[in-house]
């Protein structure tokens, strides 16, 4: 590519087009413009808005407790950073649970807030749902295998896929998902052979979170990936950067300084023309100090 010219903004056709191209697939959450930036300068084919966003950001334990204007508001902010990489909305539980009008507005919502597709958990059951959103000329990215929004049902955050019976389920939601126009399917949690198995049979993108390396790309969490979030480290967590403990040293070192009188110094200070600090009476400080 000749220097100084920007790379086109990655589409959902561009992104269905590189399925068993040999080059995996990069996903990476994303929940502000700076989060947003960051991911987007170093390359990524895709942010997802997630809505791990209440767990890695609100403090929630679980992703049950944002809704779809807690969604928009992070799509906004992500989609004010302008990236190049595809911008994914997460549909919260509960925002196309209600009814087809309900469905198809939520999802707009995310739309008219900057994403260009939406993702939604579930298999076979969700069919319904997903060609309404289709209808409506909106993609979307499929989710099964560990759908954190069924925790619950789920009994926790358990690997899925486990027994002969439960690896044919996934497959067989998968092909579904895929049949019926989803443009990729995010795996989570699922042992690597039925991920395999997956990934063979659909046309679209398979995209991995601890489903080992047999998926056509992999995503990981903004905040697991760069050691922000520490409470639960899952397995299939790989930690880049321990940023939490570099903030708690930074801000430890700042309080020190205050403490020591050492911050503010001269030149982190605003100075009054020495004209001024005379014909007031005072000292300069920047003189006093330097
Ligand atoms: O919400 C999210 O961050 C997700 C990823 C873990 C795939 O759904």
């Known amino acids: 590519m000749a220097e100084g010219c920007v790379p086109a903004a990655l589409r959902v056709p561009d992104v269905v087009a590189r399925k068993g191209d040999g080059v995996p697939l990069v996903m990476v959450t994303a929940y502000d413009a700076p989060s947003a930036r960051a991911v987007d300068a170093a390359g990524v084919d895709m942010i997802l808005v997630g809505d791990t966003v209440a767990m890695v950001v609100l403090g929630y334990d679980d992703t049950l407790h944002v809704t779809i204007d807690d969604m928009a508001h992070h799509t906004a902010a992500v989609a004010r950073a302008r990236p190049r990489a595809l911008v994914i909305g997460d549909m919260p539980w509960m925002s196309y649970h209600v009814?087809?009008?309900?469905?198809?507005?939520?999802?707009a919502a995310l739309?008219?807030?900057?994403?260009?597709?939406?993702?939604l958990e579930g298999g076979r059951k969700r069919l319904d749902t997903i060609h309404a959103i289709?209808?409506?000329?909106?993609?979307?990215?499929?989710?099964i295998g560990l759908t954190p929004q069924s925790i619950h049902a789920f009994g926790g955050f358990r690997v899925q896929g486990k027994t002969l019976d439960a690896a044919r389920e996934i497959v067989d939601d998968a092909a579904a998902l895929a049949e019926a126009g989803c443009f990729a399917i995010v795996l989570e949690c699922v042992p690597d052979a039925v991920a395999r198995m997956v990934t063979d049979a659909v046309q679209v993108p398979t995209i991995g979170i601890g489903a080992g390396r047999h998926c056509d790309g992999q995503v990981l969490v903004f905040h697991d990936l760069l050691g922000i979030e520490q409470r639960v480290t899952p397995k299939f967590v790989r930690r880049y950067a321990s940023l939490q403990a570099d903030a708690v040293d930074a801000v430890r070192r700042f309080a020190d300084d205050v403490r020591a009188g050492r911050f503010p110094s001269s030149a982190e200070t605003y100075h009054a023309a020495d004209a001024?600090?005379?014909?007031?009476?005072?000292?300069n400080t920047a003189r006093v100090l330097a």
């Open 99 to 107: 009814s087809r009008e309900e469905t198809v507005r939520n999802a």
């Open 111 to 119: 739309v008219r807030a900057g994403a260009s597709a939406v993702k």
């Open 134 to 143: 289709l209808d409506t000329e909106i993609p979307v990215m499929g989710h």
């Open 276 to 283: 001024v600090t005379d014909a007031l009476g005072l000292h």
